[in-house]
């Protein structure tokens, strides 16, 4: 486990506009600001990450090596239908615009499977939060 999103979950108009690039969704518009300087504030998005999301977590995805930035791929804990975000991950896949997760290819929606968001796992994916397949 890399880091956990804790703390009350609040309404997005209730966190400070310059806060919101840290916050973590966990519901629809509710959002978890991580503790300021701690290391979930520096975990940064990128279109071929080496962590996911899993609840309110965030995992690693692959070994990590010393010094490697930790990232994970925001379009998987937000799920706000406007929103978009440019990217310069600089991956050879980078998509170049973030969007919310109903807008991901379906080829990623496969690769993340339940390494989303809750509140995202539970809107999209029902038979998967049971542990059936679909």
């Known amino acids: 486990m890399v880091a956990t999103f804790r703390g009350p979950a609040k309404w997005i108009w209730d966190i400070p506009e310059r806060y919101w690039p840290y916050t973590f969704q966990v519901d629809y518009d ?3 600001l991580p503790r300021k300087n701690g290391r979930a504030w520096y975990i940064n998005h990128a279109c071929e990450p080496n962590c996911v999301v ?12 010393a010094g490697e930035e930790l990232t994970f791929d925001y379009s998987t804990d ?6 978009e975000m440019a ?8 998509r ?18 339940r390494n989303v968001a809750g509140f995202i796992l539970r809107e999209y994916h029902p038979m998967i939060r049971r542990g059936q397949s679909k």
Not at 78 to 83: E, K, S, Y
């Open 87 to 94: 990217c310069q991950c600089g991956a050879l896949n980078c």
């Open 30 to 32: 509710r959002y978890v």
């Open 78 to 83: 937000i799920d706000w239908p406007d929103f």
């Open 96 to 113: 170049k615009v973030i969007r919310a997760y109903r807008r991901l290819p379906k080829r990623l929606k496969r690769r993340y499977g």
């Open 54 to 65: 899993s609840g309110r977590s965030i995992i690693t995805a692959r070994k990590i090596e």
